[in-house]
């Protein structure tokens, strides 16, 4: 592949043949709901989290439910998730300003996002992606491994950066979906230990695969 727009344009043909529908595996009906489950995901499965968030959901239908909850409450619901004592208070701290200072709204802003306790950019951008189809890029450590070893990041040494390198190169309007195709082409075909890179259509174009080769 003789160029970066070249390599690009082959990634954008084969995912949009093969997955061309991409979407979150999280299990959600509105923001608020995706919200929790993405705060809840940070070091965790999403199987783990879809067992979680219906019983959330059952007693907590509403951010303005969530914010009356006691960390206790919400502790007992989540405890089987990693990192139960932080993620307990970014819950409650979250519901509790999205009600004083959103009137109840997941805000749809960048900046409005991270002012949420428990909500960094990565966060973030996966609202404005996935709810708000905004062309914003969420880097997991996924997407981080994934454009590293394609060669579609270059010198990238942190998830900014590389966040800054596919937004530059994907167009805007299918960065929502490019999103998760790096995402789930991580989780299931370039896992970080003992790649399937027999079962991946993108040897050709992928740096890694040279190397190891």
């Known amino acids: ?20 529908d991409a979407s979150s595996e999280l299990i959600y009906d509105n923001p608020y709901q995706l919200l929790v489950a993405v705060v809840l995901s940070a070091q965790c499965t999403d199987k783990r989290v879809n067992m979680i968030t219906p019983h ?18 919400i502790f007992e619901l989540i405890k089987s ?9 970014h819950l409650a701290g979250l519901s509790k300003k ?8 997941v805000p749809q802003t960048l900046d409005d996002l991270i002012q949420l306790p428990g909500v960094g950019r990565k966060t973030a951008n996966v609202i ?57 082409h991580g989780r299931y075909i370039c896992t970080a230990r003992n790649p399937k890179c027999e079962n991946c259509g993108l040897t050709s174009v992928c740096d890694f695969f040279k190397i190891k080769s």
């Open 1 to 20: 592949m003789d160029t970066l727009t070249q390599k690009y344009a082959f990634i954008i043909d084969y995912f949009s043949k093969n997955n061309p």
């Open 56 to 73: 959330i959901f059952q007693k907590y239908p509403t951010v303005e439910d969530l914010s009356k909850a006691t960390e206790r409450e």
């Open 81 to 89: 998730c990693s990192y139960p004592n932080n993620k307990t208070k």
């Open 98 to 105: 999205i009600v004083s200072d959103f009137n109840g709204k």
């Open 128 to 184: 404005l992606s996935v709810i708000y189809n905004q062309p914003a890029m969420a880097v997991d450590t996924h997407v981080f491994r994934v454009s590293n070893r394609l060669g579609i990041v270059k010198n990238s040494k942190n998830p900014y950066e590389t966040e800054l390198q596919l937004m530059k190169h994907f167009p805007a309007e299918i960065v929502p979906v490019a999103h998760h195709w790096l995402i789930l």
